[in-house]
């Protein structure tokens, strides 16, 4: 094969082969389909494996895979960077990146009421590295949605084309990808608390949490689901509506949240758990003689 020849097969294929991958390319190629083929063809199937996969397509990693399979302690090193790196649990006390110092105990005395005073009795104790108690874990994870706005906004703004049409068709509809586009809960939280400091003077003459805790309970109560007027609707209400919602999905992601749903995913189970069904009231109840849960 002559250089000239050589110059207008790599042409043809789109793409720079050296002589000795074309060889190397040629014979697995032809031994694992056992068809005849053209050296194009094989070429083309050549630059398909060793091309990048599509946007929103990942392949698995079998260095991550083989680094955790071989690792006993309770925290894998994972690479840094990396999508499988581990959250430390902090060392030193908390300190809030989304409110200010003066705003956190508002927050955090906000979603105690939410969540209800019973949770103070729980006997779990917290993990390593998190909040003292249910409320104070569920109140940082507020603090982490306001401080991470910012950045969520921007890098859905700034998606390409395809890759939010993509996420639409994940979603179902455009109406999820425009609210990560757009919802401020920085702004939500700052126009809420201010709006709730300014309540609290005028009702009881203090500020929120210099009023007794009746007043607390009974201003959160103005602005939640059970107020008189659920037409009306201002920096209050906003407010509450998003720290329901996060203190919802903040308790149900916790330790003790999983703990009240029963949750049994990520545990190791000799043989498949059953439905908590016996032998013979599954035998009345489905004719299978077995006692099976399927």
């Avoid at 401080?147 to 906004?153: G, Q």
């Avoid at 659920?230 to 209050?236: I, N, T």
Wanted: proline share 8%.
């Amino acid at each position: 094969m002559d250089d000239k020849k050589e110059k207008g097969d790599k042409r043809e294929l789109g793409f720079a082969l050296t002589r000795r991958e074309w060889l190397a390319g040629l014979g697995p190629l032809f031994a694992l389909s056992g068809l005849p083929g053209t050296p194009l063809l094989a070429g083309r199937e050549l630059q398909a494996a060793h091309a990048p996969l599509p946007p929103g397509l990942y392949a698995p990693s079998f260095d991550h895979l083989s680094h955790v399979l071989a690792n006993e302690s309770a925290f894998l090193p994972a690479p840094p960077g990396t999508e499988t790196e581990y959250l430390r649990p902090r060392s030193g006390p908390f300190v809030p990146q989304g409110f200010t110092p003066e705003e956190f105990p508002v927050v955090r005395r906000i979603t105690e009421i939410i969540l209800g005073e019973d949770l103070k009795n729980s006997q779990d104790k917290p993990e390593r590295g998190a909040g003292a108690s249910i409320h104070d874990e569920v109140a940082e994870w507020i603090d982490l949605v306001v401080a991470s706005a910012p950045k969520t906004r921007a890098l859905a703004r700034s998606l390409p084309v395809e890759h939010r049409a993509l996420a639409v068709v994940y979603f179902g509809s455009e109406q999820p990808v425009r609210e990560l586009e757009t919802f401020e809960p920085e702004r939500i939280c700052r126009e809420g608390l201010t709006w709730l400091a300014q309540e609290s003077q005028r009702r009881f003459g203090k500020s929120f949490l210099d009023a007794v805790p009746a007043g607390q309970t009974e201003l959160v109560q103005a602005i939640s689901d059970a107020r008189p007027d659920r037409s009306a609707v201002h920096s209050g209400t906003r407010l509450f509506d998003f720290f329901k919602a996060e203190c919802i999905r903040g308790f149900y992601t916790s330790r003790n949240g999983l703990k009240e749903l029963d949750y049994r995913g990520n545990s190791f189970y000799g043989e498949p758990p059953g439905c908590g069904l016996t032998e013979k009231s599954e035998e009345s109840k489905t004719g299978n003689r077995h006692g099976q849960c399927y």
